[in-house]
């Protein structure tokens, strides 16, 4: 390898680490969403029944598609939480910064309501403490669509990013379902430039080497399944991150206050570890630490 394309690569992983951090903040156009009830049980319903290969072990349907220039990924799953108890809670902007703040990535989440819509601003940076100025900003508008007793819709949205990333998106919708459970749906995708495309070429080369998605694309001889990879592995990990993260929001909210912050971290960690293969990256004492300093510095930014 020339020079030249070692300085390339080294460029491209280094902008792939900003660009990473902003997958964790994206979603899809208002026509992504079924806008009703009776839609999304139908489209579950088709999902259900069009996937063959469910690595999870349960109601829950993993979904992402690739043009070029935009990546989405969706989640439809059925969830052991109440419908009321999710459609109040998560039509709360500062709630949404208990879910987005599990993730690895999310370094800070303050939601500011001094003007509408309101603001979500989160800063997103290296899966290790670090400083907030070296974190990268985005300030997304959170818009609650509907929520009323049959149907939940909220939404997320930041017009531009780095590197000509754009469209940055995030959302839930949700409805009632039998056994007192709840139907719930995620979406995610951003678009991006020549500038982004680069990003990502580079950490495929490099951080993100080896590493998959959850679509599984075949089957060896000796029975072992592959995993879809590339950049759609990297927008399904995502995907299953933030589900992750909104299903253990939800069951830390059967807890007593001052013990719901640990619930969720250890509800999320365990979580993602059942999926190790994908989505392992840092032990349990270091997620834990840095989660607290994190949530901590979190705190007092929103009692300013």
């Keep these: 390898m020339s020079s030249w394309h070692r300085h390339l690569s080294a460029i491209g992983a280094r902008w792939a680490q900003l660009v990473m951090a902003f997958l964790a903040v994206a979603v899809p156009a208002p026509d992504a969403f079924a ?10 319903e088709a999902v259900r029944q069009a996937t063959k290969d469910n690595p999870f072990s349960r109601d829950v349907f993993l979904q992402s598609t690739e043009s070029s220039d935009e990546l989405k990924g969706d989640v439809f799953a059925l969830v ?29 989440c303050v939601a500011q309501a001094r003007e509408a819509p309101t603001q979500m601003v989160v800063h997103v940076g290296r899966k290790f403490d ?17 929520a009323t007793p049959e149907y939940f819709l909220a939404r997320m949205e930041a017009p531009t990013g780095p590197l000509a990333t754009r469209d940055y998106r995030i959302g839930l919708e949700a409805m009632p379902w039998e056994g007192n459970r709840s139907l719930v749906h995620l979406t995610y995708a951003y678009g991006f430039g020549m500038a982004g495309k680069v990003a990502m070429k580079g950490y495929l080369a490099t951080l993100g080497s080896g590493k998959v998605g959850f679509t599984v694309t075949g089957r060896g001889a000796d029975g ?79 009692s300013r």
């Design 130 to 146: 670090q400083p907030l100025k070296d974190a990268y900003e985005i300030a997304f508008a959170f818009q609650l669509k509907s």
């Design 35 to 44: 806008q009703a009830p009776a839609e999304l049980k139908t489209r579950f």
């Design 224 to 302: 072992k399944v592959s995993y879809i990879d590339g950049v759609r592995g990297v927008v399904e990990r995502n995907t299953m991150r933030y589900y992750l993260a909104i299903d253990a929001y939800l069951g830390s909210l059967r807890e007593a206050p001052p013990q719901q912050v640990d619930h969720r971290l250890k509800t999320w960690f365990d979580a993602t570890e059942a999926f190790s293969r994908q989505l392992h990256e840092l032990d349990w004492p270091e997620y834990l630490a840095m989660k607290r300093s994190e949530l901590a510095r979190q705190q007092q930014a929103a």
């Design 80 to 108: 052991d939480h109440p419908y009321q108890k999710l459609a109040e809670s998560l039509k709360q902007p500062g709630n949404w910064c208990h879910v987005l703040s599990l993730h690895i990535n999310t370094k800070s």
